[in-house]
T-cell receptor, first 113, second 110 residues
Framework: KAGVTQTPRYLIKTRGQQVTLSCSPI?????VSWYQQTPGQGLQFLFE???????NKGNFPGRFSGRQFSNSRSEMNVSTLELGDSALYLC????????????FGEGSRLTVL | AQRVTQPEKLLSVFKGAPVELKCNYS??????LFWYVQYSRQRLQLLLR??SRESIKGFTADLNKGETSFHLKKPFAQEEDSAMYYC????????????FGQGTTLQVKP
Protein backbone atom coordinates (compact mmCIF):
# COMPACT_ATOMS: atom_id res chain seq x y z
CA LYS A 1 0.00 0.00 0.00
CA ALA A 2 1.14 3.50 -0.68
CA GLY A 3 1.81 5.55 2.41
CA VAL A 4 0.28 8.85 3.41
CA THR A 5 1.05 11.44 0.76
CA GLN A 6 1.29 15.14 1.45
CA THR A 7 1.58 17.95 -1.06
CA PRO A 8 3.32 20.25 -1.47
CA ARG A 9 6.41 19.15 0.40
CA TYR A 10 7.88 22.64 0.65
CA LEU A 11 6.42 26.07 0.23
CA ILE A 12 7.25 29.67 0.98
CA LYS A 13 4.64 32.29 1.64
CA THR A 14 4.58 35.85 2.89
CA ARG A 15 2.71 37.26 5.86
CA GLY A 16 -0.95 37.80 5.19
CA GLN A 17 -1.23 35.18 2.49
CA GLN A 18 -3.17 31.97 2.80
CA VAL A 19 -2.08 28.41 2.15
CA THR A 20 -3.76 25.08 1.46
CA LEU A 21 -2.06 21.77 2.20
CA SER A 22 -3.26 18.45 0.91
CA CYS A 23 -3.15 14.95 2.36
CA SER A 24 -4.02 11.60 0.79
CA PRO A 25 -4.41 8.89 3.42
CA ILE A 26 -3.54 5.24 3.08
CA UNK A 27 -6.18 3.44 1.02
CA UNK A 28 -8.98 2.28 3.30
CA UNK A 29 -8.11 4.69 6.09
CA UNK A 30 -11.01 6.98 6.91
CA UNK A 31 -9.53 9.01 9.74
CA VAL A 32 -7.15 11.86 9.01
CA SER A 33 -5.52 14.08 11.58
CA TRP A 34 -3.17 17.03 11.28
CA TYR A 35 -0.29 18.10 13.48
CA GLN A 36 1.99 21.12 13.56
CA GLN A 37 5.63 20.51 14.43
CA THR A 38 7.94 23.33 15.49
CA PRO A 39 11.28 23.31 17.34
CA GLY A 40 9.78 25.27 20.23
CA GLN A 41 6.37 23.66 20.70
CA GLY A 42 7.04 20.20 19.32
CA LEU A 43 4.16 18.21 17.86
CA GLN A 44 0.77 19.81 18.44
CA PHE A 45 -2.61 18.45 17.39
CA LEU A 46 -4.59 20.57 14.96
CA PHE A 47 -7.69 18.55 14.09
CA GLU A 48 -9.06 15.11 13.25
CA UNK A 49 -11.52 14.23 10.52
CA UNK A 50 -13.55 11.08 10.08
CA UNK A 51 -16.22 10.50 7.45
CA UNK A 52 -15.97 14.10 6.30
CA UNK A 53 -16.71 15.44 9.81
CA UNK A 54 -14.34 17.20 12.14
CA UNK A 55 -14.26 15.07 15.28
CA ASN A 56 -11.71 16.94 17.32
CA LYS A 57 -9.94 20.25 17.26
CA GLY A 58 -6.79 21.45 18.97
CA ASN A 59 -6.07 24.84 20.50
CA PHE A 60 -5.36 26.79 17.36
CA PRO A 61 -6.98 30.02 16.18
CA GLY A 62 -9.77 30.02 13.66
CA ARG A 63 -7.30 30.88 10.91
CA PHE A 64 -6.55 27.16 10.83
CA SER A 65 -9.25 25.13 9.17
CA GLY A 66 -9.61 21.86 7.38
CA ARG A 67 -11.94 19.57 5.58
CA GLN A 68 -12.22 16.00 4.42
CA PHE A 69 -13.67 14.77 1.18
CA SER A 70 -15.75 11.68 0.46
CA ASN A 71 -12.64 9.80 -0.71
CA SER A 72 -11.04 10.55 2.71
CA ARG A 73 -8.52 12.97 1.25
CA SER A 74 -8.07 16.00 3.44
CA GLU A 75 -6.96 19.58 3.14
CA MET A 76 -5.99 22.10 5.70
CA ASN A 77 -5.99 25.83 5.18
CA VAL A 78 -4.25 28.60 7.04
CA SER A 79 -5.41 32.12 6.33
CA THR A 80 -3.70 35.42 7.07
CA LEU A 81 -0.35 33.76 7.61
CA GLU A 82 1.90 34.89 10.44
CA LEU A 83 5.62 34.36 10.87
CA GLY A 84 4.87 31.96 13.71
CA ASP A 85 2.99 29.66 11.36
CA SER A 86 6.30 28.53 9.89
CA ALA A 87 6.39 24.84 10.70
CA LEU A 88 6.28 21.29 9.45
CA TYR A 89 2.66 20.25 9.02
CA LEU A 90 2.15 16.52 9.39
CA CYS A 91 -0.84 14.56 8.26
CA UNK A 92 -1.61 11.14 9.68
CA UNK A 93 -4.20 8.55 8.79
CA UNK A 94 -5.76 5.69 10.68
CA UNK A 95 -8.22 2.97 9.73
CA UNK A 96 -10.70 4.10 12.38
CA UNK A 97 -11.56 7.11 14.44
CA UNK A 98 -10.00 7.50 17.81
CA UNK A 99 -7.06 5.25 17.13
CA UNK A 100 -3.73 6.20 18.56
CA UNK A 101 -1.98 4.17 15.90
CA UNK A 102 -1.30 6.79 13.32
CA UNK A 103 0.48 6.50 9.99
CA PHE A 104 2.27 9.74 9.23
CA GLY A 105 3.15 11.46 6.01
CA GLU A 106 6.48 13.16 5.39
CA GLY A 107 4.99 16.56 6.02
CA SER A 108 4.66 19.90 4.28
CA ARG A 109 7.27 22.41 5.35
CA LEU A 110 5.84 25.92 5.36
CA THR A 111 8.06 28.97 5.62
CA VAL A 112 6.40 32.33 6.17
CA LEU A 113 8.50 35.38 5.33
CA ALA B 1 -3.68 19.63 32.36
CA GLN B 2 -2.80 16.83 30.01
CA ARG B 3 0.92 16.68 29.51
CA VAL B 4 3.68 14.32 28.46
CA THR B 5 7.16 15.00 29.73
CA GLN B 6 10.35 13.53 28.36
CA PRO B 7 13.04 14.96 30.61
CA GLU B 8 16.02 14.17 28.39
CA LYS B 9 16.54 15.92 25.08
CA LEU B 10 19.52 13.73 24.30
CA LEU B 11 20.55 10.32 25.55
CA SER B 12 23.91 9.02 24.42
CA VAL B 13 24.99 5.42 25.10
CA PHE B 14 27.50 2.94 23.76
CA LYS B 15 26.49 -0.04 21.67
CA GLY B 16 25.53 -2.94 23.90
CA ALA B 17 24.63 -0.74 26.86
CA PRO B 18 21.12 -0.72 28.35
CA VAL B 19 18.79 2.08 27.33
CA GLU B 20 15.97 3.72 29.23
CA LEU B 21 14.08 6.61 27.69
CA LYS B 22 11.94 8.30 30.30
CA CYS B 23 8.36 9.40 29.87
CA ASN B 24 6.06 10.82 32.51
CA TYR B 25 2.52 11.91 31.95
CA SER B 26 -0.20 13.94 33.56
CA UNK B 27 -3.72 12.91 32.64
CA UNK B 28 -7.05 12.57 34.39
CA UNK B 29 -8.83 9.63 32.92
CA UNK B 30 -7.87 6.43 31.24
CA UNK B 31 -5.01 7.14 28.86
CA UNK B 32 -3.48 5.03 26.17
CA LEU B 33 0.27 5.44 25.90
CA PHE B 34 2.46 5.08 22.83
CA TRP B 35 6.04 5.38 21.71
CA TYR B 36 6.69 6.77 18.25
CA VAL B 37 10.09 6.79 16.57
CA GLN B 38 11.60 8.80 13.76
CA TYR B 39 14.76 7.45 12.15
CA SER B 40 16.95 9.74 10.09
CA ARG B 41 15.22 10.76 6.84
CA GLN B 42 12.19 8.62 7.60
CA ARG B 43 8.69 9.51 8.65
CA LEU B 44 7.37 9.30 12.16
CA GLN B 45 6.13 5.78 12.90
CA LEU B 46 4.57 3.86 15.74
CA LEU B 47 7.01 1.78 17.76
CA LEU B 48 4.74 0.29 20.39
CA ARG B 49 1.61 0.86 22.45
CA UNK B 50 1.07 -0.09 26.05
CA UNK B 51 -2.09 -2.12 25.59
CA SER B 52 -0.41 -4.57 23.22
CA ARG B 53 2.28 -5.36 25.79
CA GLU B 54 4.66 -6.55 23.10
CA SER B 55 8.34 -6.12 22.41
CA ILE B 56 9.26 -4.38 19.19
CA LYS B 57 12.88 -4.35 17.99
CA GLY B 58 13.85 -5.41 21.50
CA PHE B 59 12.12 -2.43 23.12
CA THR B 60 9.55 -2.76 25.87
CA ALA B 61 7.58 -0.23 27.87
CA ASP B 62 5.51 -0.76 30.98
CA LEU B 63 2.77 1.57 32.04
CA ASN B 64 3.14 2.48 35.71
CA LYS B 65 -0.06 4.23 36.72
CA GLY B 66 1.18 4.87 40.24
CA GLU B 67 4.20 6.79 39.04
CA THR B 68 2.41 7.95 35.86
CA SER B 69 5.32 6.77 33.78
CA PHE B 70 5.81 4.84 30.56
CA HIS B 71 9.54 4.44 30.19
CA LEU B 72 10.97 2.77 27.09
CA LYS B 73 13.67 0.19 27.71
CA LYS B 74 16.06 -2.00 25.77
CA PRO B 75 18.68 -4.20 27.41
CA PHE B 76 21.34 -3.88 24.70
CA ALA B 77 21.38 -0.84 22.41
CA GLN B 78 22.28 -1.19 18.74
CA GLU B 79 23.61 1.55 16.45
CA GLU B 80 20.47 1.29 14.32
CA ASP B 81 18.43 2.35 17.35
CA SER B 82 19.76 5.89 16.96
CA ALA B 83 16.69 8.03 16.33
CA MET B 84 14.26 10.51 17.81
CA TYR B 85 11.77 8.94 20.19
CA TYR B 86 8.44 10.49 21.14
CA CYS B 87 6.16 9.41 23.95
CA UNK B 88 2.48 10.15 23.34
CA UNK B 89 -0.88 9.65 24.99
CA UNK B 90 -4.51 9.74 24.01
CA UNK B 91 -7.78 9.27 25.81
CA UNK B 92 -8.61 5.60 25.55
CA UNK B 93 -10.99 4.92 22.69
CA UNK B 94 -12.20 8.48 22.43
CA UNK B 95 -10.11 10.50 20.14
CA UNK B 96 -7.35 10.42 17.60
CA UNK B 97 -5.82 13.42 19.32
CA UNK B 98 -2.34 12.49 20.47
CA UNK B 99 -0.46 14.56 23.02
CA PHE B 100 3.24 14.25 22.34
CA GLY B 101 6.25 14.79 24.52
CA GLN B 102 9.10 16.93 23.24
CA GLY B 103 11.08 13.92 22.18
CA THR B 104 14.40 12.37 23.12
CA THR B 105 17.23 11.87 20.67
CA LEU B 106 18.92 8.54 21.27
CA GLN B 107 22.48 8.37 20.05
CA VAL B 108 24.12 4.94 20.13
CA LYS B 109 27.87 5.16 19.72
CA PRO B 110 29.95 2.29 18.32
Amino acid sequence: KAGVTQTPRYLIKTRGQQVTLSCSPISGHRSVSWYQQTPGQGLQFLFEYFSETQRNKGNFPGRFSGRQFSNSRSEMNVSTLELGDSALYLCASSPRQGAGELFFGEGSRLTVL
Amino acid sequence: AQRVTQPEKLLSVFKGAPVELKCNYSYSGSPELFWYVQYSRQRLQLLLRHISRESIKGFTADLNKGETSFHLKKPFAQEEDSAMYYCALTNSGNTGKLIFGQGTTLQVKP
